[in-house]
């Protein structure tokens, strides 16, 4: 025994034990990987097979993840207090804003494109998220594809983290070079290109820390007939529900391959608020979080309850929020607007762990600023307007509801941007529902 625990043949033994040990876990782990790849492939999905065949064999891309030793994994899980989101083993409430931040007398390709050559870009950036930081935001959800580098910059100098949206042909695909606008969620060709596209934005992002969650979609539901549906149509046609039945189909295969290419980082629906709830719960089991742009009004009515009762899953806000032009009188009312918001997240923060219904894990509000373009996004001279103008219908909205379309688009800021130019930057002007979420956000639910 004493010879045994000398230190250096002890030591000797210790490493080639750890080796070993090392070896067969890192086989076991690639063996694990592909019998799980083979379990998809054999499975009667056909679709399912074919694309994971497509992105392994077409792409040639490897689906066992690759080493990212210095993430701290992001995941949700169910507590004995309700859900959670962590980061690590420290619980994560997102708090956040959905962030495009289109210069006036821009349009929304500045965002995609403009933004690359704009020599004020990081100027820009830098002041709103400083004011973000200001605000006790720790999320920001992004509409756009930015350089990881960019994110990886915002996130190291604020510690604000990013919701990517992952668009799932929304505004159309890119097959063979050639531009579709009127997506097939049924179609294997349209599918692959969407697939496609999930995958390389997966692989451009997941070695990223500034990345919260991939998120897929964004209220693509609203557009099944490729017109956008009256928010409160929710009795669908025979036609739609084949279409909607495609579509969540393809998100959930979507979550299973980006689930394989990034374990790191979890998978979140974007919904048309719970439209179709009973076809997500059945198409869609391997998302991890439920997440819905809603704009009910002051209040969520039975929505966390639904949530509760046909998934498994917690829920993120997307988007919510109220804007601040009343439609009846057209005048800026920003005292209604923050009155709706703080009702908004108080109602969030009741069903936050371990309180209500306990499965939300927070949200990101719509929106961070004005945009100008929103109105007429083809008319280039009324990007220099900040138009009155109310586009689409909700009832919950009270104080104005009475004029029928009383979403006003470019009044949904809790901040407002004039014309005047500092620094390369639209001037900032903070309305009171600004000031609601800074005090609201000084604290966590859980």
């Known amino acids: 025994m004493a010879a045994f625990f000398d230190r250096e043949p002890f030591m000797k033994k210790l490493y080639i034990y750890l080796s070993v040990?090392?070896?067969?876990?890192?086989?076991?782990?690639?063996?694990?990987?592909?019998?799980?790849?083979?379990?998809?492939?054999?499975?009667?999905?056909?679709?399912?097979?074919?694309?994971?065949?497509?992105?392994?064999?077409?792409?040639?891309?490897?689906?066992?993840?690759?080493?990212?030793?210095?993430?701290?994994?992001?995941?949700?899980?169910?507590?004995?207090?309700?859900?959670?989101?962590?980061?690590?083993?420290?619980?994560?409430?997102?708090?956040?804003?959905?962030?495009s931040p289109v210069p006036v007398g821009k349009g929304v390709d500045w965002v995609e494109k403009g933004i690359y050559h704009d020599k004020h870009r990081n100027k820009i950036l830098y002041t709103d998220f400083a004011l973000m930081k200001m605000a006790n935001a720790n999320t920001a959800r992004i509409y756009s594809t930015w350089p990881a580098k960019w994110l990886?910059?915002?996130?190291?100098?604020?510690?604000?983290k990013f919701i990517l949206t992952l668009w799932m042909g929304h505004y159309g695909i890119n097959l063979n070079g050639k531009y579709i606008k009127k997506v097939d969620y049924g179609n294997i060709e349209h599918r692959k290109a969407i697939i496609k596209e999930i995958v390389e934005t997966v692989l451009k992002y997941r070695n990223s820390p500034a990345v919260l969650i991939y998120g897929l979609g964004n209220e693509n539901n609203y557009v099944f007939n490729w017109e956008v549906e009256s928010l409160g149509a929710f009795v669908a046609s025979k036609k739609h529900l084949t279409i909607a039945r495609n579509f969540y189909s393809l998100v959930n295969i979507a979550a299973k391959i980006i689930?394989?290419?990034?374990?790191?980082?979890?998978?979140?629906?974007?919904?048309?608020?719970?439209?179709?709830?009973?076809?997500?719960?059945?198409?869609?089991?391997?998302?991890?979080?439920?997440?819905?742009?809603?704009?009910?009004?002051?209040?969520?009515?039975?929505?966390?309850?639904?949530?509760?009762?046909?998934l498994h899953k917690p829920f993120l806000f997307t988007e919510l929020g109220c804007d601040a032009l009343n439609a009846v009188s057209n005048e800026e009312e920003p005292e209604t607007q923050a009155e709706y918001i703080k009702n908004q997240w108080i109602e969030i923060y009741n069903n936050a762990a371990p309180n209500g219904f306990a499965n939300c894990i927070g949200g990101t509000h719509f929106e961070f600023l004005d945009e100008w373009w929103k109105s007429n996004e083809k008319d280039k001279s009324s990007w220099y307007v900040h138009d009155k103008h109310s586009s689409w219908p909700s009832e919950g909205y009270l104080f104005d509801n009475a004029a029928g379309n009383?979403?006003?688009e470019e009044w949904f800021g809790v901040l407002k941007q004039t014309k005047k130019v500092l620094s390369g930057v639209n001037e900032r002007i903070a309305r009171p529902a600004f000031f609601i979420l800074k005090n609201l956000w000084q604290t966590n639910p859980y």
């Not at 499975?43 to 030793?69: H, R």
């Not at 990886?152 to 604000?160: A, E, G, P």
């Open 259 to 310: 689930h394989k290419l990034d374990p790191y980082h979890p998978v979140m629906l974007g919904n048309g608020d719970l439209q179709y709830i009973d076809i997500i719960a059945k198409e869609c089991p391997d998302i991890d979080i439920m997440g819905a742009n809603v704009y009910r009004g002051k209040g969520f009515g039975p929505l966390f309850e639904d949530v509760k009762n046909y």
């Open 406 to 408: 009383n979403m006003s």
């Open 152 to 160: 990886n910059r915002l996130y190291k100098r604020f510690k604000i």
């Open 21 to 99: 040990y090392a070896i067969i876990y890192f086989f076991l782990t690639l063996l694990s990987y592909a019998e799980s790849i083979d379990d998809i492939l054999n499975n009667n999905n056909s679709d399912e097979k074919i694309l994971f065949n497509y992105v392994t064999k077409t792409l040639k891309i490897n689906l066992i993840p690759s080493k990212q030793s210095k993430l701290r994994k992001t995941y949700v899980k169910k507590t004995s207090d309700g859900w959670k989101l962590f980061i690590g083993n420290k619980p994560y409430f997102v708090k956040g804003f959905c962030y």
